[in-house]
């Protein structure tokens, strides 16, 4: 898993749209990740939680709500200050995975959404470990496309020059030690309108960093695939269903 820097680097230049368009997590995911689902004796219930790569506070402000002590990081100043605007009160921090700016044995819990992938993993896991107070995890999420969807959904998909994560995946795909990690997979439903896939899309990098003509042209495409299903359906509220998976692995070390 090696991550394109160019690819990393994009999200800051449009953090409204993407604020706007994507998904947040359900909350049969937090649930998991929290400790729910875990074997009691491996985890202990978090007080204070690092959101590491926190990006626009999707996933800060879904902590938060849950009444925990919450840090937000992020390399990007502007995903950060959209994050304000959403979780006004959380403590913000400029800052990477690979070198946070936390404390020896400071966190109960580091977490990460959408973007473990996007990290050096050798320097990540060892802050990882650094900031970790005895007992304490790691918690990667990602939202992903149901891959057996098929139909429109497979459609927009194949559209995708770098499409996302599938469920087709084991923990030890993330560079964790092995036999040390656990993995669920929460299968969710997103109803949506035709300009929220196509403003979802327009936030993935793949399609973030095309050329212009290339991507108004894909994205043109998209709508069209997206309208004729939302047609075919005929619920008449301009709404269909997007089946998404949260993928989350949870990683207590061992040592």
């Not at 449009?14 to 359900?26: L, M, N």
């Not at 937090?30 to 506070?57: K, Y």
């Not at 196509?198 to 695939?225: K, M």
Request: hydrophobic share 40%; aromatic share 6%.
């Amino acid at each position: 898993m090696t991550p394109d820097p160019t690819r990393a680097r994009v999200f800051g230049s449009f953090a409204e749209d993407y604020d706007r368009y994507r998904p947040d997590y359900p909350a049969e995911a937090l649930d998991w990740v929290l400790g729910e689902g875990v074997d009691a004796g491996s985890h202990q219930e978090p007080r204070r939680v690092a959101d590491v790569g926190a990006g626009t506070g999707k996933l800060t402000a879904a902590l938060v709500a849950r009444r925990l002590d919450v840090v937000a990081i992020d390399p990007d100043e502007a995903m950060l200050a959209q994050l304000a605007e959403r979780v006004p009160d959380a403590e913000r921090h400029v800052g990477r995975a690979e070198e946070l700016p936390l404390a020896d044995a400071s966190v109960d819990m580091v977490v990460l959404g959408q973007a473990w992938h996007w990290v050096e993993l050798e320097p990540a896991v060892a802050e990882v470990r650094r900031v970790l107070r005895p007992g304490g995890s790691l918690a990667l999420l990602w939202n992903t496309v149901e891959d057996e969807a098929g139909g429109w959904v497979a459609e927009i998909e194949s559209l995708d020059p770098a499409p996302p994560r599938t469920a087709d995946w084991s923990p030890d795909d993330v560079g964790l030690p092995e036999g040390e990690s656990q993995l669920a997979a929460i299968r969710w439903t997103w109803w949506v309108s035709v300009d929220q896939v196509v403003g979802n899309l327009a936030t993935h990098s793949g399609i973030a960093t095309l050329p212009d003509d290339e991507r108004e042209a894909l994205l043109d495409r998209a709508r069209g695939i997206v309208e004729r299903a939302v047609e075919e359906q005929d619920r008449g509220d301009g709404m269909i269903a997007w089946p998404h998976v949260c993928l989350c692995v949870r990683w207590t070390p061992q040592d």
